[in-house]
């Protein structure tokens, strides 16, 4: 699964004590050995449909102390409007 596809809106986690990363992309997780970036598994990530035109995406990813546990963050990516002072 590494392609040439832009990944520059993903988010992405090493775990070294599993030898592997994880990346984010669309509604699933991609897991990938840390050495050979050899395509390990993938995880699902059941997300809402948006009711606006900005999408649903992987926000953030974090693991647990041990490194048995993920936890995944999903939402909307908004940027602040910027105001200027007149």
């Known amino acids: 699964m590494i392609d040439a596809q832009s990944r ?13 990363f994880v990346i ?33 995406e992987v926000l953030t990813i974090k693991v647990s102390p041990n490194e048995e546990l993920l936890g995944v963050i999903a939402g909307k990516n908004l940027i602040k409007e910027e105001e200027e002072l007149h």
Do not use: R, W
């Open 24 to 56: 984010s992309d669309d509604n699933y997780l991609q897991i990938h050995n840390e050495a050979t970036f050899e395509f390990v598994n993938m995880i699902d990530v059941p997300m809402d449909i948006s009711q606006t035109d900005d999408p649903i």
């Open 8 to 20: 520059e809106a993903t988010c992405g986690q090493n775990y070294p004590t599993k030898n592997i």
